[in-house]
């Protein structure tokens, strides 16, 4: 677990794209955010107080975290100037980078000597054990997409953050890099040795009270050949009650391999399900979430209409038009 | 690559299961065996010469496999005498056990100071790609079962021997630490980053002459929910254009999963058949393996015949009747 609240470290960032990682954090955990660190050059904006090191402690941070991509690969001497100073001055570091933090000597050193953490998210720390397949009480909702990046995370958290306004118990469940660092706990599911992908999901939604939904971020796509693995490990290991397809209807082929076009969301659909079933034979398709952004409001509304009236499943653009029959979809189960 | 021959380490085996490891050598690469090296007490019998060091060193031997499991989970000092004075002797060392050879000290320090190798062939040691999905020359065949441990590895193996036979091109791709023992060569793919599971497998079997088979171990099941990851990273970064459906008739419910039935051959075969048609669309099942040694044998040629009426493919017990018509199906393809 990450101490939070946390001071985002933007660095020189070029864009304001390249700062995803603390927009998400600020999106979804505002409470955590006290403050935006910027270097001379950074581009992207948060909206959140720029604060030094100083400021910040004395605002309550806990942790640094690296809310911006690097370029080249590497830990640039400008940035490590600030990490090591942060160490030095009392934060935690929390990474989602390629490189990892405990890769750096320096900061190797100074994390020992001054007794703060270097959390790497991309790299499990526990020991997971082997999928018993077990069923385990409380509810589960997993995304599942057509491809990979078309929504899944910012859908589940969405549905977490309507179940909360209504005063519901639920639960985001983070299985990436960016879902762990907004969260900060999480399982990095695609750094997990094979055999215990489906393990560390079981691990992630354990036992629960009967009316609590596990909101599993998913990964991947079962049509996606370089990651449907981990797909499959999170939809045996998550044994859901409920999935959400996920799509976007623009995409000219799968994601990295334009060899592959899209499937179906029928196909999706149908393909997901059986899986599912084969770990829950209750689960059913609730709902359906499209990322609509490429599409003008006036296509979007048509588009999500005609894939409601196809599918049969409530059928919303999180984004654009909010969770709450996705929501609803589970809370009527 | 592990330097061929062999002479197999068979311990202090309490019985000849606890060898199955050495017996598969024995049995598949009859030609790397030298010998066998039995402690006192060892009940296994491989029926190969009994060899000291020396005289398998003086037979050409290169390194000492261990062809036994060992017990309570370390290796014991009795083991570790004959392991250190083999390196003196000049073997590498071959191991698939979980504990690592490379996590004894003693036995690092004198593979160092000897200049030998110690080869743990659980550990993945190649930086393997993500997947890429491109089309493959070369035709690709996939064990694929209904559950775990019902006979892929003993059908993939049997496959290539009968392709030998006949003079045709072929090659067994491990994917599990036996495998790899008897082949040399091979990918754990159970311990292999999560990420990297498909592109691992497609490492394994690259582009090759149009008439020549990969014939690709399975691993796990699509209906194991363990393991079902690793499962569908072999039908995704494999793209088979063949399938051999593996099942065992007698199994009450899925290995190590006591409230999970096992799936039908119909459901098996059409699941894997749709899942691998994502990667290659001319995929089909060309065939069925059944382990029917729970059965007498009146009884096995029945059930042969029933499912092969059923099914409509090929269906025949690999060690009881040979895979000639499992081949024939391929070659004819």
Redesign the interface.
């Known amino acids: 677990m990450i101490k939070a609240p946390y001071l985002l470290f933007l660095g020189d960032a070029p864009d304001q794209l390249s700062a995803k990682v603390g927009q998400g954090i600020k999106d979804w955990r505002p409470e955590r955010a006290v403050g935006q660190f910027r270097m001379p050059g950074c581009v992207a904006d948060l909206g959140l107080p720029d604060m030094s090191l100083n400021e910040a402690r004395s605002a309550g941070a806990k942790t640094l975290v690296i809310g911006v991509a690097n370029r080249g690969g590497v830990i640039s001497p400008e940035w490590k100037k600030t990490l090591i100073m942060a160490l030095e001055e009392g934060f935690d570091l929390a990474s989602g980078l390629h490189n990892l933090l405990r890769d750096e000597p320096d900061l190797v050193a100074v994390a020992n000597a001054t007794g703060h953490a270097l959390h790497d998210v991309r790299v499990p720390h526990v020991p997971y054990p082997?999928?018993?397949?077990?069923?385990r009480s409380g509810k589960r909702c997993l995304t599942v997409g057509t491809d990979c990046s078309v929504g899944k995370m910012y859908t589940t958290l969405a549905m977490e953050r309507e179940f909360r306004k209504r005063g519901l118990a639920a639960t985001f469940r983070a299985t990436g890099q960016t879902g762990i660092l907004i969260d900060g706990v999480g399982v990095p599911?695609?750094?997990?040795?094979?055999?215990f992908?489906?393990?560390s999901v079981e691990w992630l939604t354990p036992d629960n009270d009967d009316d609590h939904w596990d909101l599993l971020e998913g990964q991947g796509s079962?049509?996606h050949?370089?990651?449907?693995?981990?797909?499959?490990?999170l939809i045996?290991?998550g044994?859901p009650d409920a999935l959400v397809l996920c799509h976007e209807p623009t995409r000219g082929h799968m994601r990295g391999?334009p060899?592959?076009g899209l499937?179906s969301l029928e196909a999706l659909h149908e393909?997901a399900l059986?899986?599912a079933r084969?770990?829950n034979p209750a689960c059913d398709a609730t709902g359906i979430a499209i990322n609509t952004a490429a599409l003008a409001e006036s296509e979007a509304q048509a588009y999500l209409k005609e894939v409601e009236g196809r599918m049969g499943l409530p059928t919303v653009d999180p984004f654009r038009h909010g969770v709450e029959r996705l929501v609803d979809a589970l809370t009527e189960r």
């Open positions: 082997i999928a018993k397949g077990t069923k599911l695609d750094a997990v040795v094979a055999d992908m489906a393990g079962l049509f050949i370089s990651y449907s693995g981990v797909t499959m490990a045996h290991g044994q391999l060899d592959y499937p393909l059986r899986l084969v770990a």
